[in-house]
């Protein structure tokens, strides 16, 4: 059994280049396989915006029509996805570039229409647990954009996140797995605006009490799902925070 890492970033990271540096320097210094996961939601924002599209953002998620979906495409398995393969490289790190439609490593499905429609956003099937690990017995260290696949040619835009998870959950079925979730604040804070009201260990019931009073809510709420579900399905351990998470150990651990 071999213990992988995985780790997700964001925007809050990619757009910053100090961080960005900081934070590939730590991920090249893990032992092990490992797996990078990333996004980039806040460059097809900004590249949206710039083009005169007012992008839509609905609880958190995006909604992906044909333009944010070519936009998601140019940048994510494009510029930035070529760009932390290129400075992995240079840190030592032997890593390639992939979407999840390369080796069919995650398939999705449309998501349906129900009261909303999301558009062209896919929602995972299945994850490719073998190709991964032919890449990683290989030394190689997949950075994977959140791109998807159906099968039948179309592309879809996945959350980050829940690849991120999905990879972590395939890849526990025969290995020690740890998943990592990048965001902006520390870690999950009962005020924002003070760091000192970091939780170190969120427990479930903890978590459902949070959630019920209000204290958590918006876009956290689908990143503690993803963690639930995660360590739910054999992820021996998730952690969520920023930077400090991978250099000084300070973040939250997610907790069953």
């Known amino acids: 059994m071999k213990k992988i890492t995985v780790l997700k970033i ?48 609905v609880e958190g998620r995006r909604i992906t029509d044909s333009f944010q979906l070519e936009l998601a495409v140019m940048l994510y398995a494009g510029k930035i996805n070529t760009q932390l393969v290129a400075q992995l490289s240079a840190l030592g790190t032997t890593s390639i570039g992939i979407s999840g439609a390369d080796m069919n490593i995650i398939e999705c499905e449309k998501r349906p229409v129900t009261t909303l429609d999301y558009g062209f956003v896919g929602d995972v099937k299945q994850v490719n647990a073998d190709a991964l690990m032919q890449l990683l017995n290989q030394g190689v260290c997949p950075v994977v954009c959140s791109v998807t696949n159906d099968k039948t040619g179309q592309l879809l835009n996945t959350n980050a ?18 998943l990592d979730l990048l965001m ?3 870690g999950i804070m009962t005020d924002l605006n003070a760091p000192h009201t970091l939780i170190d260990k969120l427990g479930y019931s903890r978590y459902e009490q949070l959630r019920a009073d209000g204290t958590l809510s918006a876009g956290i709420l689908p990143k503690l799902q993803n963690a639930y579900e995660a360590l739910n399905a054999g992820v021996y ?4 925070g920023n930077i400090h998470l991978l250099t000084e150990e300070k973040g939250t651990e997610v907790c069953l």
């Open 10 to 57: 964001g925007g809050e990271v990619l757009q910053d280049a100090e961080k960005l540096s900081q934070t590939l320097s730590e991920f090249n210094q893990i032992a092990g396989p490992k797996i990078l996961v990333h996004g980039g939601g806040r460059e097809v924002n900004d590249l949206s915006l710039k083009m005169g599209v007012e992008p839509k953002i």
């Open 161 to 178: 996140d829940t690849i991120a998870t999905e990879i972590a959950k395939a890849l526990s079925q025969e290995h020690q797995v740890q």
């Open 184 to 186: 902006g604040p520390l």
């Open 237 to 240: 351990r998730v952690r969520i």
